[in-house]
């Protein structure tokens, strides 16, 4: 019976010894082919102390945001250490192709790529909010895993961990180009998430007893989303050229310019009204938004 407890993989040659390979060319880097893979280990989920990188074809019934797609051709997954991967819903899909690519940290030391690759945002999205890929996007990362591919099965030298190093970087930063042309090109289902990302933000404002507790957090949109908080960020600052915590403020000045010019509250109330602690806090965020203080705003009223 399959236990419902993550299974930790701390190394390479762990992973090869689940997959029933044989031991890696690499004690720190491999890359495995999915093609033919069954998942009959037993676990259903597993939590990696390593980088995971991974290009699927054959996928069926994934979710981009909260929209379930049938997809059939490539698309990428990342996940950073400590992150969980769950397995397929219904087992493995018989016509799964693709790739995996496992770095532990310990091969990015004393590299550029150790600092860089924690800038990715991408590693920190959910497993479902994949990359799709077009065949051109595809041809272009799959070229540089053969690269990799090609120098992991080579005669390893001096040279071999940065020539990875600087295909891997080359990899990260297409990945990231993609993922743009990705938020630019679904404005459909990216639209419909600033809609309800609006609503939310409407009846939390709205909320008296919400407010009490404080403002939103990107954490608060993103549960009742059901998409991870960096993927929003990174989907809000793509399509509005704003962080989440600029549209809150944004929204919050105009109730605050609704409560100044139509209600006799005073400005200390207004503020703990808007989830503000202290009032002084308050008359910063509005002057620095007005250029006004919220008592010079309510007489240009009188």
């Not at 010894?17 to 890696?24: A, I, Y």
């Not at 290009?55 to 379930?68: A, H, S, V």
């Not at 087992?91 to 990015?108: A, N, Q, R, S, T």
């Amino acid at each position: 019976m399959a236990s419902s407890k993550p299974y930790r993989i701390s190394s390479i040659t762990e992973i090869h010894r689940l997959m029933g390979l044989p031991k890696p060319h690499h004690p720190l880097i491999s890359i495995v082919d999915l093609k033919g893979m069954k998942n009959d280990t037993g676990i259903e989920a597993v939590v990696f102390d390593l980088y995971v990188i991974s290009m699927k074809r054959g996928c069926d019934g994934l979710y981009y945001g909260q929209q379930k797609y049938d997809f059939d051709e490539g698309l990428m997954a990342f996940l950073s250490p400590g992150q969980i991967l769950r397995g397929e819903e219904n087992g493995v899909p018989d016509g799964l192709e693709g790739w995996m690519l496992f770095v532990h940290p310990d091969f990015l030391w004393n590299t550029s790529l150790a600092a860089k690759i924690k800038r990715y945002e991408y590693f920190s999205y959910a497993t479902s909010e994949a990359l799709f890929l077009s065949d051109k996007e595809e041809t272009v990362i799959n070229e540089l895993i053969k690269n990799i591919r090609a120098e992991y099965y080579s005669n390893l030298d001096k040279f071999s961990q940065d020539i990875i190093i600087s295909h891997l970087e080359t990899l990260l930063k297409y990945a990231e180009r993609f993922y743009q042309r990705q938020f630019i090109t679904r404005k459909i289902t990216n639209h419909q998430v600033l809609d309800k990302v609006e609503e939310i933000l409407t009846a939390y404002l709205n909320d008296e007893e919400l407010l009490s507790e404080g403002l939103p957090t990107v954490g608060y949109f993103a549960n009742a989303l059901n998409i991870s908080s960096k993927y929003l960020s990174s989907l809000l600052k793509q399509l509005t050229g704003q962080t989440m915590q600029q549209i809150i403020h944004e929204k919050l000045i105009e109730k605050a310019k609704e409560k100044l010019s139509t209600t006799r509250l005073s400005v200390s109330e207004i503020a703990y009204q808007l989830g503000f602690e202290h009032p002084q806090s308050f008359n910063k965020l509005f002057k620095s938004k007005t250029k006004q203080s919220p008592l010079d705003f309510r007489q240009s009223f009188n």
